[in-house]
């Protein structure tokens, strides 16, 4: 018996070295994995930036297609549910879209045209109205222009040639045929995303390996959609409605086509912070073009101010509720950064993507995220259990 006990004990000293090498072995194993998924991570954030700016012929449409096909979901599943087929569901929807969209920019690019034809003639009754705050301006630089020179005694003169702009015309010209194919890459991407989302989504579900992370990847999928196309929903028809009372207070104190300003900041409202100070300067522009009294040219921007300032502090607070709500921050920064990658365009899309964003970290997990896209926790690799003999 004793020696059967001392073997036992070797046995299981054995064992417990076995499973200590094994779990260090692991741990190297994780530690090395980490690495390379961080640093691998911290690569792709750096670089993807710079792809996504020099690609953006190819990005920009397709990720504006994704974010309209993904707000035009429940509108999909409306028709779905009356028994449209999908093909045509997804047709009567981005007809739907463009019927909306283009009543949009007929309302602003054709007055427009007239405004930017008038222009010239305008310039002079702008620059009287303006004639106070030029005088002032004119002062200043005398003086800066008066002291630089008492302290530089030699100035060196440069000639800068400046090339000559080209034209309205030559730009849409020589732009009018990307736009297109850009739109016509664009469309197809919606049709096809919606006219497949529903064997898409049943598939991507049931392709996963484990009932657990079908539900998770279930509940990820409709809450992205849910949060998508209630915010843009919400927000079109707050713009829309901003929009309509800025014409209706424009059109009282007589500026010109106020349907076209209420597009504008209809638009320009679903950038966040800088749409309506745009808004704001090109009202301002506009009354100053139009009317003789540079007091009166202040009404326009005011109206615009007063509204706005209505709707960004108590309705849309009241209407998109707590669930939508971002930190003021996260959305400067990713203005700024979809800005500077796509331009205007990236800026109106900033506010959906970090929408879609911050629903899925919100429903994957922040601290595993590979392990929600490959089904089982890639950094974070069980410890084998222990092993007890028997007996």
Excluded at 110 to 117: H, I, K, L, Q, T
Excluded at 149 to 160: D, G, L, N, P
Excluded at 199 to 209: D, N, P, V
Excluded at 239 to 264: E, R
Aim: proline share 6%; charged share 10%; net charge positive.
């Amino acid at each position: 018996m004793g020696e059967l006990g001392s073997i036992t004990g070797r046995v299981e000293t054995a064992l417990r070295e076995g499973l200590a090498a094994r779990g260090a072995e692991a741990l190297r194993r994780d530690r090395l994995l980490a690495a390379i998924a961080l640093f691998s991570g911290l690569g792709f954030l750096i670089a993807a930036p710079f792809a996504l700016r020099a690609a953006a012929g190819f990005f920009l449409p397709l990720t504006a297609a994704l974010v309209v096909a993904i707000a035009l979901v429940p509108m999909l599943e409306w028709f779905e549910r009356r028994g449209v087929p999908p093909p045509a569901a997804a047709f009567l929807c981005i007809a739907a879209f463009f019927v909306v969209a283009n009543a949009a920019v007929v309302s602003i690019v054709v007055p427009a045209s007239g405004w930017f034809a008038v222009l010239p003639e305008r310039v002079v009754r702008i620059r009287h109205n303006l004639t106070p705050l030029i005088e002032l301006y004119s002062s200043l630089d005398r003086f800066i222009s008066d002291t630089s020179s008492t302290f530089m005694r030699h100035a060196q003169a440069k000639t800068v040639t400046l090339s000559t702009p080209n034209s309205l015309l030559d730009i849409v010209a020589t732009s009018a045929p990307v736009a297109i194919i850009q739109l016509f890459f664009a469309t197809l991407v919606v049709y096809f995303f919606l006219s497949g989302w529903t064997r898409m989504r049943r598939q991507t579900i049931t392709s996963r390996g484990s009932f657990s992370s079908a539900m998770t990847l279930a509940r990820v999928i409709q809450q992205v959609v849910d949060a998508t196309s209630a915010y843009l929903a919400t927000i079109t028809v707050i713009n829309i409605t901003l929009g309509m009372l800025v014409a209706f207070g424009l059109w009282i104190i007589g500026l010109p086509t106020p349907l076209m300003w209420g597009g504008i900041v209809a638009l320009f409202n679903y950038m966040p912070y800088l749409g309506p100070i745009m808004a704001a300067v090109l009202l301002a522009l506009g009354a100053l073009m139009s009317f003789r009294d540079a007091w009166y040219a202040a009404f326009p921007p005011l109206i615009f101010i007063v509204c706005h300032l209505i709707e960004a502090n108590v309705v849309t607070p009241s209407l998109v509720g707590r669930r939508l709500t971002i930190n003021p921050l996260l959305i400067l920064v990713a203005l700024s950064f979809w800005s500077w990658v796509w331009g205007a365009a990236g800026a109106l899309l900033a506010v959906p993507l970090l929408i879609i964003c911050k629903t899925v970290l919100a429903a994957a997990g922040k601290p595993d995220i590979a392990g929600f896209l490959f089904e089982e926790g890639t950094l974070t690799n069980p410890q084998p259990e222990p092993i007890v003999p028997e007996g």
